[in-house]
């Protein structure tokens, strides 16, 4: 297994599409964020959650469906029974 193999195999991905945001789609391989936000807001937002210290590092992402919108994060871990929310930091 290359370099390139192992990134492939821990991708953080980013949709428009809220609707992905469900708690069967966590998996230990990839980390999922749905924005709900103006299609305008896609870049600044996915920065947001990109350094938000809870979510900074690819292992710390690892394994999630995120929900952004405007007032802060929710999110379902892997075998987690609820969902946990992150506020904004400024």
Not at 13 to 35: G, P, S
Not at 37 to 59: G, M
């Amino acid at each position: 297994m290359n370099i390139l193999d192992d990134q492939l195999r821990r991708v953080t991905f980013f949709t428009l599409d809220f609707h992905f945001y469900k708690r069967e789609l966590c998996f230990a391989r990839y980390c999922l964020v749905c924005m709900d936000v103006k299609k305008q807001e896609a870049a600044e937002y996915a920065r947001r959650v990109l350094h938000h210290p809870e979510f900074d590092t690819i292992a710390h992402r690892m394994g999630k469906v995120i929900r952004s919108s405007p007032i802060g994060l929710a999110v379902w871990h892997l075998h987690a029974e609820k969902e946990e929310h992150f506020n904004w930091l400024e």
